[in-house]
């Protein structure tokens, strides 16, 4: 499948990774020059966009037929016209068991809530932030010696990325996702937060 994408940090460079060992046709779109996304597409030769400091994307950023639209640590908003150009799926990765911690700190929101038990949810990107239907959901415990950095790495970082491999099979296979809504009723927030309430 040719897909869009879009990410940064360790995690966007392994989506990369696992995406081109399945032989997908991959553009890249990164926030940053120096990230480890960025480099790891420009070795391989795909093609790059860096958004910098603008955390906004376009349809004039999304190359021309693409299957699906990627989304694994974007920290960016995709519009609906740039998702429109996805022909089957525009999904992306959320550290929580949506609707659960909509949010930047879902991880940290987790630890601070006390919450026994953590997961991470692929879901199809919309306007609302992390409001899209759920395509797979996974879950986890929370260990009593974790923080936030620990559960990602364990967990959470591993679980997104498995997700995100399997629903892109899907869409592959089936040519869809599974789309089930979030329930209105569970939903809660997080926000950022300060270093010192982290």
């Known amino acids: 499948m040719r897909i869009a994408l879009i990410g940064s940090r360790w995690f966007g460079a392994q989506m990369f990774r696992l995406l081109a060992e399945k032989g997908h046709d991959l553009s890249v779109i990164s926030l940053e020059e120096e990230d480890q996304l960025t480099k790891a597409a420009r070795a391989a030769s795909a093609p790059v966009l860096v958004l910098g400091r603008a955390r906004r994307v376009l349809a004039a950023d999304i190359p021309d037929e693409v299957d699906a639209i990627v989304a694994a640590h974007a920290h960016s908003f995709i519009t609906a016209e740039a998702r429109a150009r996805a022909s089957k799926a525009a999904i992306g990765y959320h550290p929580s068991l949506l609707p659960r911690h909509r949010g930047i700190a879902a991880v940290e929101w987790t630890m601070k809530c006390g919450d026994p038990i953590a997961g991470g949810s692929v879901y199809h990107l919309s306007d609302g932030m992390d409001e899209g239907p759920i ?3 996974e879950w986890c415990f929370v260990y009593p010696d974790d923080d936030a950095g620990s559960l990602w790495r ?3 970082a591993p679980m997104g990325l ?6 892109v099979d899907d869409i592959e296979t089936r040519g869809y996702a599974d789309a089930f809504e979030q ?3 569970a939903v809660t927030y997080a926000p950022a937060l300060a270093a010192a309430e982290v």
């Open 135 to 137: 395509a797979a959901q």
């Open 154 to 156: 364990r967990a959470l």
């Open 162 to 167: 498995r997700l995100l491999v399997k629903v």
């Open 183 to 185: 329930d209105p009723k």
